[in-house]
Structure formats: C-alpha cells, structure tokens
T-cell receptor
Framework: GDSVTQMEGPVTLSEEAFLTINCTYT??????LFWYVQYPGEGLQLLLK?????DKGSNKGFEATYRKETTSFHLEKGSVQVSDSAVYFC???????????FGKGTRLHILP | GAVVSQHPSWVICKSGTSVKIECRSL??????MFWYRQFPKQSLMLMAT?????????EQGVEKDKFLINHASLTLSTLTVTSAHPEDSSFYIC?????????????FGDGTRLSIL
C-alpha cells in the first residue's frame, strides 16, 4: 500500500541555519503531496502542497519540490527561526480517495 | 475561512467513563469528516471516515463499538469513546472536507487530548 517515509528526528539546529527534512513516498499513480506542521499542543496546519510532478510548494520560507523520478518531497528552508520549532509531517493523498497517509513526523528544535 | 473546531481540547476522566468529542466546521459544510488518533511522538493514524447521514467507515483494527462516530449534520461530527480505559489515552484529531474524492483539501481541528485515569 501507499506509504510515506521521512527522516527521524529530533533535528536540532541553530537559528538561521539551513534546514532539510527528507521525505520519500511509495504510491500507485500520482498522489498529491503535503507537508503539515504541528506546533506544541495544537492540531495540524497545512504548510504547503504540490499536486503534480515538478510542482514546487512554498509557504513561510519553506519549499518542497515534487520529484517523481526519485519519489521525494524534501522540505527545505534557507534560514530557520526559533518559531519554526514544531513537528513536521510529510503526507500523501491518493487521487482516488480521501485518505491521507502521514509519515511519522520529524521534530525540529531551533536553538536561539 | 475553512475553520474546524474541536471540543473539548483536553479531557481527563476516570476509567469506564464514556467521552464525547465534537468536531465542527464553522464556516463551510463538511460532507466528509475524518477522525485520527495520534500517540505520543507518533504519526496520525486514520481511525474512520464519516459522510453526513451515513454510517462511518472504520479502518482495519479500529473497534467500531468502542469508537462511535456520528455525522448527523453537515457541520458536526462526534466521536464517542465508550467505556474508556487508560490505553485509550491519546490525542484525537478530526478533519473535514467539503466533499468526497481526492481533490478537496482536508481542514484539521486543533485536537483533543484525552487522558484516562
């Protein structure tokens, strides 16, 4: 079945460092891909998405490109802030259904 | 727009109690609602999908008699954890979308933290 694999955390970086969180997926067909962010004690917020190959999703300085050839959707940010500390989930959604498949999440700590 | 509200945000109760969690779409009609469960430091696992006016579809391994889902209107779904026990303690999150199919976005609530003593 469909699945999402993302790098395990926690990831600890200093403020203004460059961030990459790797995400790869397995799916039949052409799923939509998402990154969600969960701040402490809160629900999920959609961070960005891409619906077809080579699409780049971006929001709040974060970017991810839908790479069909490598089945990847890595999250990047050029300069992280303390306020970016959260858990980040990579996810996919098959076009034929409602179900969203989440990765296990990557906890990010940004040190001032 | 597209706000989903969950209530309560935190509940602590004794073992054997039944607990009801509400999920409301505040500014749109949610044809489909989803209930997820999240264990500490784990990902979200889909428990069930409910369409307004029909019975919920449960994922494999989820006890439908334990987790009762009602989606009686286009703006409200409820999850009732019946005779809750400590192993039911978890973070429960709902999401809602305007219609079925893979094209409409899901909007998530802020979650309900359930602690069973």
């Amino acid at each position: 079945g469909d699945s999402v694999t993302q790098m395990e955390g926690p990831v600890t970086l200093s403020e203004e460092a460059f961030l990459t969180i790797n995400c790869t997926y397995t799916a039949t067909g052409y799923p939509s891909l998402f990154w969600y962010v969960q701040y402490p004690g809160e629900g999920l917020q959609l961070l960005l998405k891409a619906t077809k190959a080579d699409d780049k999703g971006s929001n709040k300085g974060f970017e991810a490109t839908y790479r069909k050839e490598t089945t990847s959707f890595h999250l990047e940010k050029g300069s992280v802030q303390v306020s970016d500390s959260a858990v980040y989930f990579c996810a996919l959604r098959d076009r034929s259904g409602d179900k969203i498949i989440f990765g296990k999440g990557t906890r990010l700590h940004i040190l001032p | 727009g597209a706000v989903v509200s969950q209530h309560p945000s935190w509940v602590i109760c004794k073992s054997g109690t039944s607990v009801k969690i509400e999920c409301r779409s505040l500014d749109f009609q949610a044809t489909t609602m989803f209930w997820y469960r999240q264990f500490p430091k784990q990902s979200l696992m889909l428990m069930a999908t409910s369409n307004e006016g029909s019975k919920a579809t449960y994922e494999q391994g989820v006890e439908k008699d334990k987790f009762l889902i009602n989606h009686a209107s286009l703006t409200l779904s409820t999850l009732t954890v019946t005779s809750a026990h400590p192993e039911d303690s978890s973070f429960y999150i709902c999401s809602a979308s305007t219609q079925g199919g893979g094209l409409q976005p899901q909007h998530f609530g802020d979650g309900t933290r359930l602690s069973i003593l």
